[in-house]
């Protein structure tokens, strides 16, 4: 059972004016496309590891050397992809009161929280991702990974993340990476973020 494309929980346009809709369909329909190409593609190498890629990537020794970049890459790539498409809605949603407690009692604020979070994703250099996780301690950690690494792969449970490679901000913004951040917290499922975070602890 090959891994497949979810599709968007939402129409193309639906994130406007925040998320553009030839964005969404470049992200979407052929990056995120892509990335399943080709883990799938690696995958197909050594079947005897199956395709549960959260399990793998928790455990990327496990992973057969000649395969394990690509499914860093592309596994990595499909799973943040397909969370974060979840993580994105057009409705007003708001933290529980248990995540905003949470968010208070790590960060001091949820203004000091947006401020961490925001500093993660524009000093991010070159391509990767800002995350808010619940660490191993289970305690919020706002954090950044490079490329398409994931932060299962350090033992972290990721309920918030960001984009922040070009391409999933370039067609609209341009180069004004904070432009993008800003409009990400307009367009925030935090139904979802609070359903991870009930979920992690």
Do not use: C
């Amino acid at each position: 059972m090959a891994i497949i494309l979810p599709e968007l929980p939402y129409a193309y346009d639906a994130l406007e004016p925040y998320i553009d809709e030839e964005t969404m369909h470049l992200h979407h329909d052929k990056h995120h496309q892509t990335y399943v190409n080709n883990v799938n593609a690696a995958l197909e190498k050594h079947p005897e590891i199956g395709e549960d890629l959260e399990s793998l990537l928790a455990d990327v020794e496990s992973i057969p050397a000649d395969i394990r970049q690509a499914v860093i890459n592309n596994g990595g790539g499909h799973l943040n992809h397909a969370l974060f498409w979840e993580l994105m809605t057009p409705e007003q949603t708001a933290p529980s009161a248990e995540l905003a407690a949470a968010i208070d009692a790590t960060f001091g604020s949820f203004e000091d929280f947006k401020a961490a979070f925001k500093a993660a994703a524009t000093t991010r250099f070159g391509s990767g991702w800002a995350w808010l996780v619940v660490n191993k301690e289970g305690k919020l950690e706002v954090t950044s990974t490079a490329n398409q690494d994931t932060p299962i792969s350090e033992g972290k449970t990721p309920i918030l993340g960001l984009d922040v490679w070009e391409h999933a901000y370039y067609v609209k913004y341009r180069n004004v990476r904070p432009d993008y951040i800003k409009a990400f917290f307009s367009v925030i499922n935090w139904n979802k973020v609070n359903e991870l975070f009930a979920a992690a602890k």
